[in-house]
């Protein structure tokens, strides 16, 4: 029996994340951890949820394992459903041949057998490494009310920062998209899209096959699928969007998210009990804050053991801090163990680093020469990877990635 449902959600969670330096070299960026006790994939899952979608495709290829694992049957976001749930799906093989996904659309091009299992009248196509909260409901209301063959959740930018994004131009009295660029040289507008689609099935479906019938074709959503169905008079609504939203695909991006939470009062707040962000989280211990400790402005999960100074810091489970320590405007990933005596200012420590004794990060330079130079650590910033040991009385200069 097939079990129709009003909308399937397809999260687009394979991609490599490079600008994120060494914190994706082995996990893929939607698995990166996120404010202290959340992975990037938890936002769109918990807003799926919280929306009442409760069939959820996950779209993986880079480094899926542990993304994969993390996710499991999806018991933490309330989608281990029997008619639904939250499933996997990576790339296969099958009996005419397999291949990577090749853009955004094949992605889903190679899953229609999946949302063909659900006959969904409605398909919601998200990214999976961006941090915001959402009802999608609500943008689907919008959908459905509006008759469109696809809307497109949009936010306005700051006209320097429009070339990142896919622009486009609208009808002011009804939101019908007229014109649609993606990373513009120059644009002609500052609405961006958020990379949030929801499309009317058997016109993704059309699409999508025509897309994968074309060899010129990039198979990507906002550079052929979207340009063609304007083109062919199809009607295309914007959903304008009103709050937080950030796109975590750099180091900067990724520092100022989490900088966003601790901020007084927070540019966003996870302490929303109407809107909460689940997780797959282990039960641990209870943070110490010992006597020679103090704390401000910052979040601190548990199982850690705080025994220097942290301000304006967010500090993930399980991390030690020694005596005499200064951690300021730094994210301390979880299990990182910080020595006595270190200073540590506008750092991402990444899992597992070790930082012995009377080591400095990012508090010299930014200097010429400096081995340790990466074009991904720009304003300032200084990124340990998961696994490094910083040598006792080191000196790690500012935008520096030290690598394993």
């Given at each position: 029996?097939?079990?129709?449902?009003?909308?399937?959600?397809?999260?687009?969670?394979?991609?490599?994340?490079?600008?994120?330096?060494?914190?994706?070299?082995?996990?893929?960026?939607?698995?990166?951890?996120?404010?202290?006790?959340?992975?990037?994939?938890?936002?769109?899952?918990?807003?799926?949820?919280?929306?009442?979608?409760?069939?959820?495709?996950?779209?993986?290829?880079?480094?899926?394992?542990?993304?994969?694992?993390?996710?499991?049957?999806?018991?933490?976001?309330?989608?281990?459903?029997?008619?639904?749930?939250?499933?996997?799906?990576?790339?296969?093989?099958?009996?005419?041949?397999?291949?990577?996904?090749?853009?955004?659309?094949?992605?889903?091009?190679?899953?229609?057998?999946?949302?063909?299992?659900?006959?969904?009248?409605?398909?919601?196509?998200?990214?999976?490494?961006?941090?915001?909260?959402?009802?999608?409901?609500?943008?689907?209301?919008?959908?459905?009310?509006?008759?469109?063959?696809?809307?497109?959740?949009?936010?306005?930018?700051?006209?320097?920062?429009?070339?990142?994004?896919?622009?486009?131009?609208?009808?002011?009295?009804?939101?019908?998209?007229?014109?649609?660029?993606?990373?513009?040289?120059?644009?002609?507008?500052?609405?961006?899209?958020?990379?949030?689609?929801?499309?009317?099935?058997?016109?993704?479906?059309?699409?999508?096959?025509?897309?994968?019938?074309?060899?010129?074709?990039?198979?990507?959503?906002?550079?052929?699928?979207?340009?063609?169905?304007?083109?062919?008079?199809?009607?295309?609504?914007?959903?304008?969007?009103?709050?937080?939203?950030?796109?975590?695909?750099?180091?900067?991006?990724?520092?100022?998210?989490?900088?966003?939470?601790?901020?007084?009062?927070?540019?966003?707040?996870?302490?929303?009990?109407?809107?909460?962000?689940?997780?797959?989280?282990?039960?641990?211990?209870?943070?110490?804050?010992?006597?020679?400790?103090?704390?401000?402005?910052?979040?601190?999960?548990?199982?850690?053991?705080?025994?220097?100074?942290?301000?304006?810091?967010?500090?993930?489970?399980?991390?030690?801090?020694?005596?005499?320590?200064?951690?300021?405007?730094?994210?301390?990933?979880?299990?990182?163990?910080?020595?006595?005596?270190?200073?540590?200012?506008?750092?991402?420590?990444?899992?597992?680093?070790?930082?012995?004794?009377?080591?400095?990060?990012?508090?010299?330079?930014?200097?010429?020469?400096?081995?340790?130079?990466?074009?991904?650590c720009t304003h300032g910033i200084v990124l340990i990877e998961g696994?490094?040991?910083?040598?006792?009385?080191?000196?790690?200069?500012?935008?520096?990635?030290?690598?394993?």
């Amino acid at each position: 029996m097939v079990v129709s449902k009003d909308c399937v959600a397809m999260i687009l969670a394979g991609g490599q994340g490079s600008r994120l330096g060494a914190l994706t070299k082995n996990v893929a960026k939607p698995a990166v951890p996120f404010g202290g006790k959340y992975r990037i994939i938890d936002f769109p899952l918990s807003n799926c949820v919280h929306s009442g979608i409760d069939t959820v495709g996950v779209l993986t290829q880079y480094q899926p394992l542990e993304l994969n694992t993390y996710i499991g049957n999806g018991n933490p976001w309330d989608l281990d459903r029997s008619h639904g749930g939250a499933y996997v799906l990576p790339p296969y093989q099958s009996a005419s041949g397999g291949e990577w996904f090749k853009g955004t659309a094949n992605a889903i091009y190679q899953n229609l057998g999946f949302l063909e299992g659900f006959n969904p009248k409605n398909v919601l196509i998200l990214s999976g490494d961006h941090i915001y909260k959402m009802n999608y409901g609500a943008m689907l209301k919008a959908h459905k009310d509006s008759g469109a063959a696809a809307t497109i959740a949009v936010m306005p930018v700051p006209w320097e920062e429009a070339s990142r994004f896919g622009i486009m131009n609208t009808d002011e009295a009804t939101g019908e998209i007229t014109e649609f660029a993606e990373k513009p040289a120059e644009p002609k507008s500052n609405l961006a899209s958020m990379g949030i689609y929801i499309f009317k099935y058997d016109a993704l479906k059309k699409y999508l096959t025509d897309d994968e019938r074309d060899p010129e074709s990039e198979n990507d959503f906002g550079k052929n699928i979207i340009p063609t169905m304007l083109a062919n008079g199809e009607k295309m609504m914007s959903y304008r969007f009103e709050g937080y939203w950030k796109d975590v695909g750099t180091i900067q991006s990724l520092w100022e998210a989490n900088m966003d939470l601790i901020d007084d009062p927070p540019k966003f707040d996870l302490d929303d009990r109407r809107w909460r962000i689940y997780s797959r989280s282990f039960a641990l211990e209870p943070h110490y804050v010992g006597r020679t400790a103090k704390i401000t402005n910052s979040s601190v999960t548990e199982g850690c053991g705080i025994h220097g100074t942290v301000d304006h810091s967010v500090i993930f489970s399980g991390v030690e801090i020694g005596k005499g320590t200064v951690i300021k405007d730094s994210v301390i990933m979880p299990g990182a163990q910080i020595g006595a005596n270190v200073t540590i200012e506008k750092a991402v420590i990444g899992q597992g680093a070790i930082i012995k004794n009377n080591a400095k990060i990012g508090v010299s330079g930014p200097v010429e020469d400096n081995p340790y130079a990466s074009k991904y650590c720009t304003h300032g910033i200084v990124l340990i990877e998961g696994g490094v040991v910083i040598d006792e009385g080191a000196d790690i200069p500012k935008e520096s990635m030290v690598e394993v």
